[in-house]
Structures are given as C-alpha cells and as structure tokens.
C-alpha cells in the first residue's frame, strides 16, 4: 500500500493556508467566549461566568487529550496482543476471516493482531469531541427551559407582597393544619404509608411539579430558618433560587472524573451479546425518576411533620429544613445524580450522532430501526422531564437543607468573613498559648448562633470546619461579638473593623434579594 505524502512533498502554500484557517477559527471562538464572559459580568452574572470559565477548561482538557491522542496513535498502534483476545468484545460478530478484511500489519509477521489501529483511535478521538460539546449544549438547554418554566415563580413571589396575601396569611390566626392549603395537599391516608407515598409521589410529579402552595410553604419555611424577621418582609426567594441555580450550572456543565469512568464502561457494554441499545437508554430515564419522587417525598414530609407537631397551627405553616431529608444527608447528591443523567443523555446522542456520521445506518452501532427509536425517543423524554420537572422541584427542594447556600453573599463579603474568621481563630489559638490578657477580656470566638460564617459551606477556597447552620441563625446583627472583640489590643482592633466592614457588605448584599431588585 502506497503512503501518504509526508509534509516534505506538500506545497508550503498548502501548509500555510492550514494553519491560517485553523488560527482563524481558534482566535474567533477565543473571542466569542472572552465576549460572553464580559457580558456576563457587567450583567453580574458572576455564576454564570464561572461556568463559562468551566467550560474553557474543559476545552483545554480537550485539546490536551486530542493532543495525547495525537501522540499516542502510532506506538499504541504498533502494540500486539494475541488473537483470542484481538477477536473478543466486537460491536459484530466477525463474518468468516476478521483479518481478511484488513490490511496486512507488522503484527500479523508474529501472529498477533493490533491492539488498536491508528484508524480506530482517530475515531476514538472525533467521539470524545462530539461528546463534549454534545454534553455541554445539552446542560446549556436544560437548564435554559429549567429557568423558563421557573419563570412563572415571579407572579408567586409578587404575590407574597400584596395585601390580600398577607390577609389570608395573618400570623396570628389559628387553623388546623389539615385545614391549610399545604395540608390539603400533602396531609393524606397515603401520607403515612411508606409505599403508596412513593407510588403517589412518583406520579405526582408528571402533574404538578411544583404547585403554587409548595413554593410559598418552603419560602415561608426558608425564611423563618434562616432570616431575621426584619429581613424577611423584604427578602425576594425567586431571585435567591435563580442565583443558586447559576451557582449550581458551573457543577453541571462539568465532567467530573466519575463521568469519563461511565464513558469507559459504556464502550465495554457496546459489544455483541449484551443488547446495550435495548437498556443502557433506560437508566438515565429511572435515575431522573427516582430524583423526582425522591424530591416530591421530601416535601410531604415536610407536610407530614408539621401535623406531628400538632393539630393547630397559627399562620403560615412553618416546615422544618434539614439535611436529613436528603438522601445520606446530602443534598448535594441531588445535583450529581442530575449531573449524571445529563451526561449519560448526551452520551447517547452524541454515541448516535458520531456512529451515524462515521459508519452509516445500518452498522454494528445501529442494527435496526427499534434502536434508533429508542434512543431518540429516550433523548427527548428525559431532556423534556429534567428541565420542566426536575430542575424546577431541584431548585426549590434543595433549598430546605440546613444551611443557607454562599451565594447569600457577593464576593467581598465573603472575602471579609474568611478574613475575620481566620484572624479570630489566630487570635484564640494565640490566648491559648500564653497569652497573659486576663479571660474576661479575651476576644472570644463568636458563637456559632451569631456569625453568619457558616454560609460559606461550600464557598470557593473555604474550607474551615464550621460548617453547620440552625435555624434562625443567619442573621446579620452581630454588635454584640463586634463589641467584645474592641475591648481589646491593637489585634482586637483589627477584629472589630473585619467585623464592622461585613456587617455593612452583608446590609449591602442582602438588599440585592430584596423585593423590586429584578
């Protein structure tokens, strides 16, 4: 077989006007990206910034592989294994002589086969590409239609501000809880039997996602465990809830390491015999089920406890957050599991789209009509459900977790407390350690019921062990440790300032959730 022309015997010009087109087309996305971040950014998007910076990097992630890849092609290619493991695992059974059908290798002189061709690499290589731009349009799409169908939240969250609202709502009025809108809802026969609350739950979520009721419930609950009534006349839950879900995108446009794991074992259950294409489609689909019963059932119980609590109830029902309520205590494990199904969804799109494109219909891949419906047909109904039902029940439910999610704070305020918070541990380990200042005039560690560092759970670069928050606790007002820590030195001093600065950025902060900032 006759070789290709090396790049001796191509013409320069040929070679130029490559890298030309090339350069071209890499300095014009560069500029699209670096355009969209500032854009972003003077819209104080900054969540969605850091998910546009995610995305880079795996950009560049990509092109290291590519590159590994390129590297890699010929010695991987040159490596020999024998035939009885070269002829296992194959999409097809092999028609007659496999070998027959291929050119002639230098393993074929040891009687070996080719691990893996230069060929079958470089298709490997274009999969791996579609992939990644498969998943991140997918995420990109899903949670655009999450947020659309989110929309409707504003009329809710306007609501709350009319006098009529605050009529029915009267905190002093007492009614059975039974009685409540929430707990005519939630409040049943089936409520209290494990199974026909997952059955009711599990259909629920086909017809009423998020209810109207659920949402103001939760926001009333939210607020009463993390607000100071002063903050909460004000307070605007919808724009809260679309800041967290910004925050959470940059989680979902990534792929964790977990995820490129899932790609290698999916090609192992391509080969023939196993009828990939007749199940693997249907495990997102169950996964994303499972997310929506779970999340409904979170909520009846959050219904269910308040008449444990007792028969009456004077205003507004008030649920009890915790993380508890999730799965292993871990709200978080919500958003993987969602991070999971987007990618497994991509994945197959992306397997559909490259096998067609590189090897036609029929193929090994594709065999029949059935597995291109099915496969299709999967792609929509999960891709529809996550982002008119998932995300919206996701974005509501996770909020009733025990802390209140960081992006509470902008990105000074956080700044602030990280300072004062690593100073006031300096200054206690310090006093521990010698420190001759007599103990009534110690500066002394705010109580964990009034600093609101705990919200930084989660907050980039932050990694202290005061992690946990109860309710009613979150509350701005901290004169009382700012005065103590000033009765000291020059230390003491420094503490009261970090302590006066974010008080007045958190006032700043929280005026950015107040009703009418839009």
């Not at 009885?84 to 230098?106: F, L, M, N, R």
């Not at 391509?270 to 007749?278: I, P, Q």
């Amino acid at each position: 077989m006759a070789k290709e022309r090396s790049m001796e015997a191509t013409p320069t010009w040929a070679i130029a006007v490559v890298c030309f087109i090339l350069l071209a087309i890499s300095i014009f996305i560069e500029q699209i990206i670096h355009h969209i971040g500032e854009w972003l950014l003077e819209k104080r998007k900054k969540p969605l910034y850091e998910a546009l910076e995610k995305i880079k990097a795996e950009l560049m992630l990509l092109g290291f592989l590519s590159l590994l890849l390129t590297v890699l092609q010929e010695p991987v290619s040159n490596l020999c294994v024998p035939k009885s493991i070269g002829y296992s695992w194959h999409p097809c059974k092999p028609k007659g002589d496999a070998q027959s059908e291929y050119e002639v290798t230098s393993c074929d002189k040891k009687g070996k086969v080719q691990f893996a061709s230069s060929y079958a690499i470089h298709q490997l290589h274009i999969f791996i590409f579609v992939l990644a731009v498969a998943h991140v349009l997918y995420c990109i799409a899903t949670f655009a239609l999450g947020r659309l169908k989110m929309r409707k939240w504003r009329a809710w969250e306007d609501e709350t501000k009319t006098i009529e609202y605050q009529f029915y709502n009267d905190p002093e009025r007492f009614r059975f809880a039974r009685e409540t809108s929430f707990g005519r809802r939630h409040m049943h026969f089936w409520s209290k039997s494990p199974v026909l609350l997952w059955i009711v739950c599990f259909f629920r979520q086909f017809f009423s996602s998020v209810a109207k009721v659920d949402y103001l419930t939760l926001r009333h609950g939210f607020m009463m465990a993390h607000l100071t009534p002063q903050n909460q006349n004000n307070f605007d839950f919808q724009i809260y809830i679309n800041r967290a879900v910004d925050k959470d995108f940059k989680v979902v446009v990534g792929i964790s390491p977990a995820l490129w794991l899932f790609t290698v074992l999916y090609f192992l259950t391509t080969t023939d015999g196993l009828y990939s294409y007749l199940w693997v489609p249907f495990v997102p689909l169950v996964i994303i089920l499972l997310v929506g019963t779970k999340l409904q059932m979170i909520i009846t119980e959050m219904g269910v406890r308040i008449s444990e609590r007792g028969d009456i109830v004077k205003g507004v029902p008030v649920v009890e957050t915790g993380d508890h309520l999730f799965w292993f205590n871990r709200p978080g494990l919500v958003l993987f599991l969602i991070n999971f199904v987007l990618f497994q969804n991509a994945f197959q799109v992306a397997f559909f789209v490259w096998s067609w494109w590189k090897f036609g219909f029929p193929s090994c891949f594709h065999r029949n009509a059935a597995d291109l419906a099915i496969r299709l047909t999967m792609g929509v109904i999960i891709q529809v459900h996550c982002s008119y039902v998932t995300l919206p029940l996701y974005a509501l439910v996770t909020q009733m977790g025990s802390s209140m999610k960081p992006i509470i704070f902008g990105d000074n305020v956080a700044t602030a407390l990280r300072s004062w918070h690593h100073t006031a541990k300096k200054r206690v380990k310090h006093g521990l350690s010698g420190h001759t200042t007599p103990a009534n005039s110690r500066p002394t560690t705010p109580l964990h019921g009034t600093s609101p560092v705990h919200l930084l759970r989660g907050y980039p670069q932050y990694n202290e062990d005061s992690v946990q928050a109860s309710p009613r606790t979150s509350n701005v007002e901290n004169e009382g440790w700012a005065n103590e820590i000033s009765n000291d030195n020059q230390e003491g001093e420094i503490l009261q300032h970090a302590s006066t600065d974010h008080n007045k950025q958190i006032e700043i902060t929280m005026s950015d959730f107040t009703f009418g900032n839009k």
